[in-house]
């Protein structure tokens, strides 16, 4: 099979880093309480936002090591290829 297989391990390494960072912003997800102050709601708020915002970065992430994964898969050339030569122009 033909792989290259730095570029399938860098794009492995992302998707596992990915996903344990999802996994770990999923599960620090701020919540409120009852009877919050409005500036106790607005930090709510920013929290809240910021986190998504991380996740969809992280998301970015995984998806650019998915297609590293997919890229490596067709990356290497072949043995019996022939080489490509530059044809130099005649002047």
């Known amino acids: 099979m033909l792989v ?3 570029i399938f391990a ?3 390494s992302m998707l596992i880093i990915g996903t344990v960072i999802m996994i770990n ?3 620090t997800m701020p919540t409120g309480h009852v009877g919050m102050t409005n500036e106790e709601v607005i930090d709510l708020m920013m929290r809240q936002k910021e986190n998504q915002d991380k996740n969809t970065l992280v ?3 995984i998806g ?3 297609m590293l994964i997919l890229i490596s898969f067709g990356a290497r050339r072949r043995k019996g290829s022939p ?3 530059e044809k130099k122009p005649i002047t």
Request: net charge positive; charged share 35%; proline share 0%.
């Open 10 to 12: 860098v794009g492995i």
């Open 59 to 61: 998301g970015i992430l």
């Open 25 to 27: 912003l999923s599960l």
């Open 64 to 66: 650019i090591g998915f």
């Open 83 to 85: 080489k490509k030569e």
């Open 4 to 6: 290259d297989k730095k």
